[in-house]
T-cell receptor
Framework: DAKTTQPPSMDCAEGRAANLPCNHS???????VYWYRQIHSQGPQYIIH???NNETNEMASLIITEDRKSSTLILPHATLRDTAVYYC?????????FGTGTSLTVIP | DAGVIQSPRHEVTEMGQEVTLRCKPI?????LFWYRQTMMRGLELLIY????????DSGMPEDRFSAKMPNASFSTLKIQPSEPRDSAVYFC???????????FGSGTRLTVV
């Protein structure tokens, strides 16, 4: 029940920007888009979230299209430690339903 | 803040035995969530509590699974009797109205042989 679609895997060169896309075409007007990542064997970690406007924090930037049907997570300068599975989630009520995510591999 | 604390980190048990997983949420967080992660099914929400009250347990797979939250600082997930297909990593997470999303614990890796 994830309501999102992500590519299963992506590669990115170390030091380059990693752009992770997500489609959420059935999102409702008051539903937030959240991004989490899970580094091997660890619990998922919150990255960023947004509703309509683009957001930026110390970890990443989130670009949401004007129609809110898709978004892109940007890691501006990917490092090897950013290798992880990245989950895009539409918050429904108070519950996060995780899909299969995108496995990002940062290549030296 | 020590974050969400789960114990044990690893548990190996024999089929048929009772297993109890424990979680201490972040102080001040009023929502607590139990997830299970396997290769086949990914991260599944099992149950969540709000102010110590179970709100939605529709993700609990069978009657062998039960969860309690006797107070704001402690929750348990119990499996009785355990089966090999229960082998997974079980995560606990907590949140509050003012927090960004959930904070997850490090998980308990359960192996039932």
């Amino acid at each position: 029940d994830a309501k999102t679609t992500q590519p299963p895997s992506m590669d990115c060169a170390e030091g380059r920007a990693a752009n992770l896309p997500c489609n959420h075409s059935t999102i409702s007007g008051n539903e937030y888009v959240y991004w989490y990542r899970q580094i091997h064997s660890q619990g998922p970690q919150y990255i960023i979230h947004g509703l309509k406007n683009n957001e930026t924090n110390e970890m990443a930037s989130l670009i949401i299209t004007e129609d809110r049907k898709s978004s892109t997570l940007i890691l501006p300068h990917a490092t090897l430690r950013d290798t992880a599975v990245y989950y895009c989630i539409v918050l429904t009520g108070n519950q996060f339903y995780f899909g299969t995510g995108t496995s990002l591999t940062v290549i030296p | 803040d020590a974050g969400v604390i789960q114990s044990p980190r690893h548990e190996v048990t024999e089929m048929g035995q009772e297993v109890t997983l424990r979680c201490k949420p972040i102080s001040g967080h009023n929502s607590l969530f139990w997830y299970r992660q396997t290769m086949m099914r990914g991260l599944e929400l099992l149950i969540y509590f709000n102010n110590n009250v179970p709100i939605d347990d529709s993700g609990m797979p069978e009657d062998r699974f039960s969860a309690k939250m006797p107070n704001a600082s402690f929750s348990t997930l119990k499996i009785q009797p355990s089966e090999p297909r229960d082998s997974a990593v079980y995560f606990c997470a907590s949140s509050s109205r003012g927090s960004y999303g959930y904070t997850f614990g490090s998980g308990t890796r359960l192996t039932v042989v």
